[in-house]
C-alpha cells in the first residue's frame, strides 16, 4: 500500500513538471479521485457498481469464504457448497464416482487455501489449487477443483446477479440440446414421450467382450441398435458408448457393423491411454468417435486434438477442471473443429454447470444427463421438445430443495467388480 501511495505522488509531480501547471491542473480532480478510489491489493472493492449503489450486498465490498461444507448425496454424488460472510452460497460437485470419501478429503485439504479469500478470482484460485499441488492433474485434484470451480463461479454470478453464462460472454444460444440413457426400444419411447430426441446406449452383450469376440457377438450387438434406430426412428439421434471395455480388435468390426444405422457417434471405443489406437479407429470409419470422461485437463485434450483421435469431445466438468478449464478445452477444439458434448451420469449441480458452459460457447453439441433435479433442486429442469432453455436465475441457476434431500443424504457406493465368467479374470465394466 505504500509504494502504491508513493507511486501515485510521483506520478502527479511527473504530470506537472511535463504539462506544467495549468495543463495539469485540467486532470488533477480525475488523479485524485483515482486515489481516493485505491483499494490496495483487492482489485473487487469499490469497483462493482451501478451508479453509487452495488447491484448486490457484498458486490462492491470486501467478500471473503467463511467455509466449504461437502455431503455426501444419493445415489452416488458428492455436493459442496462454499459459504462466504456476504451470505452468499456457492455449489459444486467435487466427485470421482467411487472415491467419495477422498474427495471430501481432498476438499478438505484445499480448505486452508480458500478460507479468507474472495471467491470472485475464479481462474487466480484455479491456478493456486492446480499449480501449487506440485504434482499436477491426476483425477482426484482436478475433480475437487472441479467442484470448487463451478461453486466459485456460482457465487459470482450470484454476486453480479447475472447467469454464469453472461459472465463468459454467452448466451450463444438459446436453450441446450441434452439426451437420455435407453438400452431398449421401449425405454427410447419412453424418454421420447418424456420430450427427449437424443439418446445414448451401450453395446449389448450377454457377458463382457473378449479380446477377439465371434461373428455371433458382433451380429447381436448390431441387431440391438437396429432396434433402438427402428423405434427411435431417422430424425433421433443415439450415440453408442463402448465405454472403454472393448479390445481394438473388436472394436473396428463392431464399428463397422453399425455404420448402416449411423450413430451419433461412437464413445470410447477403447480406453484412452494410447491415443495412438483411437486415432487408428478414427481414421477407419467415417462415424464421429468421441472420447473424454477419463482425460483430465487441457494437456490432457491436447494429444486427442492433434492426432485427430476423436472429432467429439467429453470432457467431465466434475472431473475435466470446472467450467474454467472445460471452456479452454472447447476453444482448443474449435480449431480442430471438433463439438463439445459434456460427460454427465452425476447431479444436477454437474448439470447446471454444462448448461452455463453450453450457452458460453459456440462447439456445443449435446449434454449427458441422468436426473434433471427432481428431488433436489426446488426448480427441476425441464426438457421441451429435446432441449432445456437456459436459466435465467444468477450463478449457476439452481437451489437446493434441503427438505427433499433429506433422506438422500450419505451412501457408500462403490465401483464395478467385473470378472471373466470363464476364466475369472479381471475385465472392464
Wanted: proline share 6%.
Amino acid at each position: 500500500m505504500r509504494e502504491r501511495k508513493s507511486f501515485l505522488r510521483h506520478r502527479r509531480a511527473f504530470l506537472f513538471s511535463v504539462l506544467g501547471a495549468t495543463s495539469a491542473s485540467a486532470v488533477l480532480p480525475l488523479l485524485l479521485a483515482e486515489e481516493k478510489e485505491d483499494t490496495g491489493s483487492d482489485p473487487y472493492v469499490g469497483r462493482v457498481k451501478t451508479g453509487r449503489r452495488a447491484i448486490v450486498k457484498g458486490a462492491g465490498r470486501e467478500v471473503r469464504i467463511t467455509k466449504l461444507e461437502t455431503m455426501l448425496v444419493r445415489p452416488r454424488w458428492l455436493f459442496l457448497k462454499v459459504h462466504t460472510d456476504a451470505g452468499i452460497v456457492g455449489l459444486g460437485e467435487p466427485i470421482l464416482e467411487g472415491r467419495a470419501h477422498t474427495c471430501a478429503a481432498a476438499v478438505k485439504e484445499l480448505e486452508p487455501y480458500l478460507i479468507g479469500k474472495d471467491p470472485r478470482a475464479v481462474v487466480h484460485h484455479w491456478q493456486a489449487m492446480y499449480r501449487h499441488a506440485f504434482y499436477r492433474g491426476g483425477p482426484i485434484l482436478t475433480s475437487v477443483i472441479s467442484g470448487i470451480d463451478m461453486a466459485l463461479w456460482d457465487i459470482k454470478g450470484k454476486l453480479l446477479g447475472v447467469p454464469v453464462y453472461e459472465l463468459l460472454g454467452g448466451p450463444t444460444r438459446n436453450r441446450v440440446r441434452v439426451y437420455a440413457h435407453a438400452s431398449s426400444p421401449e425405454a427410447i419411447r419412453r424418454r421420447a414421450e418424456e420430450g427427449f430426441t437424443a439418446f445414448k446406449t451401450g453395446v449389448f452383450k450377454k457377458r463382457p467382450a473378449k479380446i477377439v469376440e465371434t461373428p455371433g457377438f458382433i451380429e447381436r450387438a448390431a441387431d440391438a441398435f437396429a432396434a433402438l434406430r427402428e423405434a427411435a426412428g431417422k430424425e433421433a439421434d443415439i450415440g453408442i458408448d463402448f465405454h472403454g471395455a472393448i479390445s481394438p480388435q473388436t472394436a473396428k468390426l463392431l464399428i463397422k457393423a453399425l455404420e448402416p444405422y449411423q450413430p451419433m457417434f461412437v464413445e470410447e471405443p477403447v480406453q484412452c491411454q494410447n491415443v495412438d489406437v483411437m486415432a487408428d479407429i478414427a481414421r477407419g470409419t467415417h462415424l464421429p468417435i468421441a472420447t473424454g470422461e477419463r482425460i483430465f485437463t487441457k494437456w490432457g485434450f491436447r494429444e486427442i486434438l492433434e492426432k485427430r483421435a476423436a472429432s467429439i469431445l467429453q470432457p467431465d466438468l466434475c472431473h475435466a477442471g470446472g467450467i474454467t478449464e472445460v471452456r479452454l478445452i472447447a476453444g482448443m477444439a474449435e480449431a480442430y473443429y471438433a463439438a463439445i458434448a459434456p460427460h454427465n451420469p452425476l447431479g444436477p449441480i454437474s448439470l447446471a454447470a454444462g448448461i452455463q458452459l453450453a450457452a458460453s460457447i459456440p462447439n456445443f453439441l449435446c449434454q449427458e444427463q441422468v436426473s434433471l433435479g427432481e428431488g433436489y433442486l426446488k426448480k427441476p429442469f425441464k426438457v421441451r421438445g429435446g432441449y432445456i432453455d437456459l436459466p435465467k436465475g444468477p450463478g449457476l441457476g439452481v437451489e437446493l430443495d434441503e427438505d427433499a434431500m433429506a433422506d438422500k443424504i450419505g451412501h457408500a457406493w462403490e465401483n464395478h467388480q467385473t470378472y471373466d465368467e470363464d476364466d475369472g479374470s479381471v475385465v472392464d465394466w
